[in-house]
Structures are given as C-alpha cells and as structure tokens.
C-alpha cells in the first residue's frame, strides 16, 4: 500500500489515512471492518458513481445532489478524524 506522505512528515494520521486499508475490507465483503477503518469510504464511493453517472445522463437536480453528496462526505470525514485525534490524544487504541 501507498504510505502516506502527511503521516510521515508529522507524525499523525492525515484526515484520509485508513483509506486504502477500508477499500480493501470493502472489496472482501467486510463492510463493518471498512466503516470501523474510514467511515467516509462507501459515502465517497457513492459520490464518485453519482458524477460518473451524472456525467453520462446529466440527472436534473444534479446540483442540489452534489452539494448534499459533499457536505455529507465532508462532515463524516471531518467528525471521524476529529473522534480519532480524541481518542489518540486521550490514548485509546483506535486501529480496527
């Protein structure tokens, strides 16, 4: 797997650190273990097949559905790292 760069350089996991390993648990069929590794996955992934499919058939309130597919990815990714320096902060083990 890639390493990442921000966790190299600073010491602590970056807000998309988990990705690659939640992916992985995702394809084998683990869903639980790939939400416990990053939360945001399935949401991204349903994001990324939305604007594939926007792009072919050009939906008509493409707009409003972005906008909500972001703000909701966004929030998850934010409010999960947030819990996870917590829990790293307050020294829980937080790997799954």
Do not use: W
């Amino acid at each position: 797997m890639l390493p990442c760069a921000y966790k190299s350089m600073f010491g602590i996991d970056c807000p998309g650190c988990g990705f690659q390993r939640s992916c992985i648990a995702l394809f084998r069929g683990d869903i639980l273990k790939s939400l416990a590794l990053y939360p945001a996955t399935i949401p991204l992934i349903i994001t990324a097949v939305f604007l594939l499919a926007d792009m072919k058939f050009r939906f008509r309130n493409r707009k409003i559905i972005k906008n909500i597919l972001y703000l909701s990815v966004a929030t998850i990714v934010v409010v999960s790292y947030t819990i996870k320096m917590y829990l790293l902060a307050t020294g829980h083990k937080v790997s799954a």
